[in-house]
């Protein structure tokens, strides 16, 4: 479970990770604000690197 950061409110992420992935999908299960009921997918790349990113890709 994670929670991000967005500009008016928070997404709520939820996964089950596997160490030493290079990449990550954690499904979007809600939020605040405007993301309250939201839907989607968040992916993570280069994790634990200082290249690390992430990209939502959100239904509201």
Request: aromatic share 6%; proline share 2%.
């Amino acid at each position: 479970m994670a929670t991000k950061g967005l500009r008016f409110a928070a997404a709520s992420l939820a996964a089950v990770a596997v160490g030493g992935a290079a990449s990550l999908d954690m499904a979007i299960t809600g939020g605040t604000g405007v993301y309250r009921n939201a839907r989607g997918i968040a992916r993570f790349w280069g994790i634990a690197t200082p290249d690390e990113r992430v990209r939502l890709e959100i239904l509201r």
